[in-house]
């Protein structure tokens, strides 16, 4: 087999994984770090575009408050998307 045959599948595998594999590992890690450091207080977005206040936490779970009627939501920590700035 040619060793210049092998040459281009391996450029195209490096460049898939620099270009497409690691910046998608990067973001992943960021949101769970951000997961992991919400608390009560802050001003949350989830997934579906919800914006809220989040009144409690606990190991999977983060209560919402979504307006200002004190209307409660419960989520799944991955549901939130970003901590807004306050």
Do not use: C
Not at 20 to 42: D, F, T, V, W, Y
Not at 48 to 75: P, R, S
Request: hydrophobic content about 40%; aromatic content about 6%; charged content about 20%.
């Amino acid at each position: 087999m040619n060793v210049s045959a092998l040459i281009l599948p391996i450029i195209l595998i490096i460049v898939f994984y620099f270009f497409l594999i690691r910046p998608q590992q990067k973001r992943a890690k960021e949101h769970r770090e951000m997961i992991s450091r919400i608390e009560s207080g802050q001003r949350v977005t989830t997934i579906g575009g919800l914006k809220g206040t989040v009144k409690a936490v606990d190991e999977t779970t983060v209560v919402i408050t979504v307006n200002g009627h004190g209307t409660e939501m419960t989520f799944e920590k991955p549901a939130i998307k970003q901590v807004d700035p306050s």
